[in-house]
């Protein structure tokens, strides 16, 4: 995951999968079949650390404000500094290769689909705990939260200082809560 996160897909050479796997080349195929392979496996992993992440933040027993505010947090924590030079692996997945490769287009539109069902879900906590400002659709307010964070992914690669990206998140988050 590490190799294709910070070289990109097709950067990525078999010398470089069997450095960092520290497996031989038949090795290799035995375990993961093929390079395509082996990265939507790194993807998948990706993909449900990023879930599991979601899941400790919107946990249904705490507050659906506070985990909304720390999901907003770990964004702009990850966007910051390194981290943010660094980048995202499904936001670089997803400008490579999810228009040219279907299977990959899958997974970043399920990730998407599945994050904004967790937004909105927080968000339709807040609502019927009377948290939510007036007029705030959930589904809406996830759409725009999700098209935010992903936002930052991108602009993190620039190096923003964290204080205007938190400015930026706390201005949202005050749009959509009381």
Request: proline residues 3%.
């Amino acid at each position: 995951m590490e190799v294709f996160w910070s070289r990109g897909y097709h950067a990525t050479a078999l010398p470089d999968l069997l450095r960092a796997t520290r497996l031989s080349r038949g090795s290799l195929y035995a375990a993961f079949g093929d390079k395509h392979s082996l990265f939507l496996r790194a993807l998948d992993r990706y993909i449900a650390d990023a879930l599991r992440r979601m899941e400790g933040e919107f946990d249904p027993g705490n507050d659906p404000v506070a985990g909304l505010r720390a999901y907003l947090a770990g964004y702009v924590e990850r966007t910051s500094g390194s981290n943010g030079r660094r980048g995202c692996l499904l936001v670089a997945t997803a400008m490579e290769l999810a228009g040219q490769d279907a299977e990959v287009g899958r997974r970043v539109a399920s990730f998407f689909k599945a994050m904004e069902a967790k937004v909105t879900d927080a968000l339709s906590r807040a609502k019927a705990a009377g948290k939510l400002a007036d007029g705030v659709e959930p589904a809406i307010a996830a759409n725009i939260l999700v098209c935010f964070v992903e936002g930052l992914r991108v602009v993190g690669k620039t190096a923003p200082a964290r204080i205007a990206s938190q400015a930026a998140a706390d201005a949202l988050v005050g749009r959509f809560v009381k």
